[in-house]
């Protein structure tokens, strides 16, 4: 699936935990949305373009990216 | 005129604890303390003559038809306007009660046509009945003297004729205007022997204020306000009660026939929500039902490009089944999904599902929803425990301030507005968020204390403002969030709330709403004691629609504002079963009862219940079925009731998106712009045409009842059942009243919910089981659904649509009174009549920089693309935004939104686009992109 919009997504969905103080809750508030909420196949999509790293683009927010690789 | 089978008691119910004791004509009565002599009368079964009284209108005693006796009292008191006393006795009949009687009436009927033959209602009306009550045969003053019977006929009102050579001048209508509508559209015109009921000033009621509710025509004791059906169609022999198939207020009718003809369609006075009263669109918009494009025989087509063959329902379901098969078996169990729409029912939403995860095997159902109150739902279940409004329509009538964000009532939920403006006739205050300047602002007897004309796609910022007054200045209510919050949640809150970036001054160049005004606003919303927030779509559209839901509940739990009566968080709803498609399981997370596809538990009951293994990870949603279709890997599709190419955001996307597919199925009743790129359309039935149940926006159940036979030959319910076979799933009811048997089975809230009991009471509120067989009317009373409330951390973030030199202006969407969402239904009704187009709206000062004059055709770009409409110019705006509806296809207007969506659901954000409107000489084409030009994508 376009990896623009699961990335914008993703991001839309961690602009609002952060605001959570508490990393580790943020963190795992996204991880818990996205799988409450996301198919499969686009969780699948997701991590492998997590798993290229901080610099992959269209860029992760790095507390999502953190969040994602915890699904695997 | 009243249903034909309407019992009228004369005065409105009255409540009280202290109960009253009278004799009536011998007979013992108890009323509650208020109630008329007349009511009572009637209680006991005991029917006093009348003509200017009806129990939805408060008395007024003008006609003085209703005289008694009431020993130990001098003269003959109106028993319409004499309460009831404790001990009174009263006589109904007497000599001289039958002489006045038949004097008051014999000069009535002077100016009047005696016959029945003569009138228009077949001798029915109150009038005619009431001259037989009271014995009059003959009138001994002649018609040839000064008379009312050569005034001319109103007929201007598409739906209704005034006749007032028939008027008794009651003022009945005027007083269900006054009264009931809050319109105020209906005068006395001139004096004495020359009165006249007129619409506004000498007008036509075409031309008047009027809103064409119906209610004067509903309580107009004669056949002077009639239906232009009824008297094409003649009298109504029988009527049966059902729930209105457009809006979330779910108002209960009663569909009146004649054969097989419906001859009209009359408010329920006994239903509720709406208690006897409607809007245009239930009360007359129902001929679409028998529209000549109603498609009658199921069609097939193998590629999109070639003309539809119409063929049997067996083929039809044939076809269907066997290619969703072919597809599923060469891309996978995932790449087929269901779509449901908010028109259809409980049951036929429960089937679709169900269809979809145990017979496709897989969790890929939505609903139309998403693109509307999705953020709802998450957003209140995720504080409250439920998502779903908290009140009953009528707890509105309990509040002492009245808090409208982004919702238009009038407009869009016209009846609620109704029951609203009454109780701010009554001193309720009034706040009102909005991007334009709605009617409800300022109107008859009706004005706002705040208007807070914000920027669109900032409410999160100024509910966020309002809270952090509420906190700083210490009007927080501490106990009731001790008791019943999250205290370590309301804390972290609390602290992130009082920081100074979301104070009214912070945000007042955000939102462009004066800090003053903020600060007022909020301390009114504070003090209450009773507010309530009521909220639409201009809160749900929005990349924060679910934010801005939290922190509304936010605000209400801080200041103590839920449950208990006159207060709470509304969601007004679109369509009349946005809710209860919800409720039965049309999210593709969830199963019926907001239950997630993962809890083990849950879906043991399922699989017990349908004899299949089940999906434990949620399905795609309507956006990402189209993302995946692009993409290849979702192939397959059931649409039941949705016009996704014309309702979904960006047009061309939903277009390509379709056509990548290899079965798109539509049912529906009209072909549409989805249907063009459909293999398969199944006709389906209106609303009059089968049975089942609607849920509207206060979580109450009415039944739909089938008064004609589907057109087609099946209801819709039974051509999911048909489908499901043939796809080889067993799936048989012989009534839908079997389907919501199945799903009270398997959902707590819905436990205690079958047809009997619907039948028994009319309808029920949601949850309804061993806890509250009845019921429930109000939610979280005592203790919120979750346990603990929870404040969650609202932060402001801007959209990412942003204005722009190439796009220097805020397109915002919304609706009007007498068309329905995108058409479908009341574009092919008379409703035409006042909105033939979607137009844009303008300020004065945007126009006049673009050179734009009233009614100038203009252009509308965004950065997704452009549509042709005629410009409004208006103050209701603010400089720098404009503003459309979304009734036509030919506006298109969903071509110019774009692919923006709410972070937590996906709902589109459909009310900012940032464009640019300039003066043009195209004309509108149809805006949906024609599937021509993608016919070779079909891989047929
Ligand atoms: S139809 Fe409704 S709005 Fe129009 S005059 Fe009658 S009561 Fe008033
Ligand atoms: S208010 Fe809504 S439910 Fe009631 S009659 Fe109008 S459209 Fe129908
Ligand atoms: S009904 Fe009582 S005065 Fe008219």
Redesign the interface.
């Known amino acids: 699936?376009?990896i623009h919009?699961l990335v914008k997504?993703a991001n839309?969905?961690g602009?609002?935990y952060?605001?959570?103080?508490d990393r580790s809750e943020a963190i795992s508030s996204i991880a818990t949305?996205l799988?409450?909420?996301?198919?499969?196949?686009?969780r699948r999509e997701i991590i492998e373009h997590a798993r290229q790293g901080a610099e992959a683009t269209p860029r992760l927010k790095e507390l999502v990216r953190e969040a994602i690789l915890t699904l695997e | 005129m009243l249903a034909i089978d309407d019992k009228d008691l004369g005065t409105p119910e009255r409540k009280s604890d202290k109960l009253i004791s009278l004799e009536v004509d011998g007979r013992t009565v108890e009323v509650p303390e208020g109630t008329s002599v007349m009511r009572a009368a009637a209680l006991a079964d005991i029917w006093i003559p009348k003509l200017c009284a009806s129990d939805l209108l408060e008395a007024f005693g003008s006609c003085r038809l209703c005289l008694v006796e009431i020993e130990g009292r001098n003269g003959l008191p109106a028993s319409c306007t004499t309460l009831a006393e404790p001990g009174m006795r009263v006589r109904t009949q007497s000599q001289r009660l039958t002489k006045l009687r038949r004097n008051v009436m014999e000069l009535y009927m002077s100016d009047h046509p005696l016959d029945p033959f003569e009138c228009k209602a077949g001798g029915k009306c109150e009038l005619h009945k009431m001259a037989q009550a009271v014995g009059l045969d003959h009138v001994r003053y002649s018609s040839s003297g000064r008379n009312h019977l050569t005034l001319p006929v109103d007929n201007s009102n598409p739906y209704f004729t005034f006749d007032p050579t028939r008027c008794i001048l009651c003022s009945r209508c005027i007083r269900a205007c006054d009264e009931r509508q809050g319109t105020y559209a209906l005068t006395i015109d001139g004096r004495g022997f020359n009165s006249v009921i007129s619409p506004g000033q000498h007008q036509h009621y075409s031309e008047s204020e009027c809103v064409s509710c119906g209610a004067c025509v509903q309580l107009c004791p004669t056949d002077a306000l009639m239906e232009k059906s009824v008297l094409e169609t003649g009298p109504a022999e029988r009527a049966v009660i059902t729930t209105c198939g457009y809006c979330g207020v779910g108002c209960s009718f009663k569909a009146e026939l004649r054969g097989d003809q419906v001859v009209r369609m009359v408010p329920n006075k006994n239903g509720l929500p709406n208690f006897g009263h409607s809007c245009v669109k239930g009360r007359f918009a129902w001929g679409y039902a028998t529209h000549p494009d109603r498609v009658r025989t199921p069609m097939i087509r193998k590629r999109i490009s070639d003309p539809w063959q119409e063929v049997s329902w067996e083929e039809a379901l044939r076809y269907a089944a066997s290619e969703l098969k072919r597809v599923q078996a060469k891309y996978g169990r995932g790449s087929i999904g269901g779509i449901t729409s908010s028109r259809c029912t409980n049951e036929e939403a429960y089937l679709v599902q169900k269809l979809v995860r145990a017979g496709f095997g897989n969790n890929n159902v939505d609903t139309c929803a998403r693109v509307c109150h999705s953020p709802t739902g998450y957003g209140l279940k995720a504080a409250l425990g439920t998502p779903a409004g908290t009140q009953d329509f009528d707890s509105v009538r309990a509040s002492d301030v009245i808090m409208v964000i982004g919702a238009n009532p009038t407009e869009g939920h016209p009846v609620f507005a109704s029951i609203m403006k009454r109780r701010l006739r009554e001193g309720a205050h009034l706040i009102v968020v909005d991007p334009r300047r709605i009617e409800l602002v300022r109107m008859p007897h009706v004005e706002a204390d705040y208007f807070l004309q914000l920027k669109p796609g900032t409410n999160v910022a100024l509910l966020n403002a309002m809270s952090h007054v509420v906190v700083t200045e210490g009007l927080a209510k501490e106990d009731f969030i001790r008791e019943r919050c999250d205290v370590r949640e309301y804390e972290m809150w609390r602290e992130f709330i009082v920081q100074k970036r979301n104070s009214p001054e912070s945000v007042e160049q955000t939102t462009g709403v004066p800090a003053e005004s903020i600060r007022g606003a909020a301390r009114l919303y504070a003090k209450g004691p009773n507010s309530a927030i009521y909220y639409g779509l201009g809160v749900t559209e929005h990349s924060q629609g679910t934010t801005a839901v939290l922190a509304m509940v936010n605000l209400a739990m801080v200041t103590g504002n839920l449950g208990r009566a006159g207060v709470g968080i509304n969601p007004l709803r679109g369509q009349n079963n946005v809710q209860g498609s919800n409720d039965v399981g049309s999210f593709p997370h969830e199963y019926t009862g907001y239950r997630h596809v993962s809890d083990p538990q849950v879906r043991a009951a399922f699989e017990r219940e349908w004899g299949v293994k089940l999906d434990p990870e949620p399905g795609l949603r309507i956006p990402n079925m189209f993302d995946a279709a692009l993409d290849g890997s979702f192939k397959g599709l059931y649409v039941e009731g949705e016009d996704i190419a014309q309702s979904d955001p960006n047009s061309q996307h939903v277009a390509e998106a379709l056509a990548a597919m290899e079965i798109v199925i539509v049912h529906d009743i009209f072909l549409n712009e989805t249907s063009k790129y459909a293999h398969v359309f199944l006709p389906g039935s209106s609303f009059l045409e089968k049975d089942g149940t609607f849920t509207n926006a206060e979580r109450r159940i009415s039944r739909v009842r089938k008064v004609l036979p589907p057109l087609a030959g099946m209801e819709d319910w039974e051509v999911t059942c048909a489908l499901a076979r043939a796809f080889g799933y067993p799936m048989n009811y012989s009534h839908p009243s079997e389907i919501m048997d199945e799903l009270a089975r398997l959902t707590p809230i819905f436990a205690g919910v079958s047809y009997g009991k619907l039948e028994r009471l009319g309808s029920v509120q949601w949850p309804c089981n061993d806890d509250a067989p009845d019921g429930t009317a109000v939610m979280h009373v005592g203790q919120f659904v979750r346990g603990k409330g929870r404040f969650m951390l609202t932060e402001y973030i801007p959209t990412e649509e942003r204005t722009s030199p190439r796009y220097p202006l805020i397109l915002t969407t919304g609706r009007v009174l007498t068309q329905y969402n995108v058409g479908t239904q009341t574009r092919r009704t008379k409703n035409v009549t006042w909105y033939a187009e979607d137009r844009l709206e303008i300020h004065p000062h945007d126009a006049e920089q673009r050179g734009i004059r009233d009614n100038d055709w203009v252009e509308v770009s965004s950065r997704a693309g452009s549509i042709v409409l005629r410009a409004e110019i208006t103050d209701r705006m603010q400089p720098g935004v404009v503003y459309t509806t979304f009734h036509y296809p030919e506006t298109g207007a969903n071509v110019v939104t774009t692919e923006n969506s709410d972070w937590a659901t996906n709902c589109p954000e459909y009310k900012v686009t940032a464009v640019q409107v300039l003066p043009t000489t195209r004309r509108p084409e149809r805006r949906v992109p024609e599937p021509a030009h993608h016919a070779e994508m079909s891989h047929q």
């Open positions: 699936m376009d919009r997504m839309d969905i602009s609002f952060e605001a959570l103080p949305h799988k409450n909420f996301w198919e499969p196949r686009m």
